[in-house]
């Protein structure tokens, strides 16, 4: 029993769980091994209303609070990061701007199709020389009659380059006030003409989830497309980052939580010297440090999401969360190795892919380096 949980929460761990377990897990390594984004397992998570579970039913969500959101990340990132990649990304940086900022018609046209399985949508940040540095994007956008005219590029935009993918919100420059870049967000569809998405292959990590580039040629879109006000650009990107980073944060700790148990399981049927690997105490340490890790990281965690949820401050640890969260990940991860020795840097056991997936968590949504940035700054550094 967790002192952040209530029933509600466990009904909901317990269904994740289950779904993940039985319908995950088996496509799991056959998926990652080919590259493969799972439109079936999206529909199904779409099914299990897990795409927008914290809006207000009127808009196709089941009306939860955050931290039942973040409970299903952790579930299925406990089995898969990529399933898990395609629900945080689509659920804290698709859906969560348009329901914060946009106008009651804006919510209405995107929100129900966003929320069913049957559309994706993507959060147009990052660009080829823009990354922590989200100031430095280039893609701009100006008013020529009832038009916004954007042109630019974007890159490592998750969930952006499906077939079901509606459109992405898209930060440009739409303005100068002095030398400074005045930014605003824009609702750009899939289908706008002079725009166009690239799928990004080779990765290393996350392989089954969606990796695309955008290319806005001259994109028009009209006027009452701008996603809150203008000017409000960076604001809305960065607020809705802080969102994000309680799901990466999620992400971690469902991989660490993972990692742990397959370690566990292997550590007890392993013999070595005629004794199970956990009758050593080098290794039933290394489990312990593990086991205290992920609970610290959890209770972080959960905090952070009842500040949200109770309408308290909680960007610094949200930031405090994401890093702390990928760094027991990358821990565990690495010692779930060292446990599993020649076998786990092999494909036929999962450890070898959670080592693999853990790597982006330190980078997406702010680097490590940035969490510290942030936190110092909340700190009054």
């Known amino acids: ?164 993918t509606l459109g992405s919100t898209i930060q440009a420059v739409t303005g100068m006030k002095g030398s400074e870049k005045i930014f605003s967000t824009i609702l750009v569809p899939q289908d706008t003409p002079g725009y166009r998405t690239a799928e990004m292959h080779r990765k290393m990590m996350w392989r089954a989830s969606n990796t695309g580039q955008l290319f806005l040629d001259d994109c028009r879109v009209p006027k009452h497309n701008l996603l809150g006000k203008e000017g409000e650009g960076s604001k809305i990107m960065l607020s809705t980052l802080d969102s994000g980073r309680l799901a990466i944060a999620a992400m971690g700790l469902g991989l660490a939580q993972g990692a742990f148990e397959m370690s566990m399981a292997y550590a007890r049927e392993r013999k070595q010297f005629g004794k199970p690997l956990t009758k050593f105490q080098a290794i039933a340490f290394k489990l312990a440090d593990m086991a205290t890790r992920i609970e610290t990281a959890r209770n972080l965690l959960y905090k952070a999401c009842w500040l949200k949820d109770n309408q308290q401050p909680y960007a610094k640890e949200a930031a405090m969360s994401k890093l702390y969260c990928s760094e027991v990940a990358k821990w565990v991860a690495d010692e779930g190795v060292q446990i599993h020795g020649g076998y786990g840097l092999m494909k036929d056991y999962d450890i070898e892919r959670f080592y693999r997936d853990q790597r982006l968590l330190q980078i997406g949504e702010g680097t490590s380096e940035i969490q510290r940035l942030v936190i110092s700054r909340h700190i009054g550094c």
């Open 1 to 164: 029993m967790d002192i952040f949980c209530n029933e509600q929460h466990d009904l909901i761990r317990q269904t994740v769980r289950q779904f993940a377990e039985t319908e995950i897990k088996p496509l799991a390594p056959e998926l990652d091994e080919k590259e493969q984004f799972s439109y079936t397992l999206t529909k199904r998570m779409g099914e299990l209303g897990l795409f927008g579970m914290y809006l207000a039913p009127e808009y196709g969500g089941m009306g939860t609070d955050y931290l039942s959101y973040i409970i299903a990340v952790e579930e299925i990132a406990r089995v898969d990061g990529s399933q898990a990649a395609t629900l945080a990304a689509h659920n804290s940086l698709g859906i969560g701007p348009i329901n914060r900022y946009g106008t009651e018609e804006q919510k209405r046209e995107y929100l129900p199709q966003l929320c069913s399985g049957d559309a994706l949508w993507g959060f147009g940040l990052t660009e080829p020389d823009a990354g922590s540095d989200s100031r430095g994007s280039r893609t701009m956008a100006h008013v020529e009659g009832d038009d916004w005219v954007i042109s630019g590029s974007k890159i490592f935009i998750t969930n952006a380059a499906t077939k079901i």
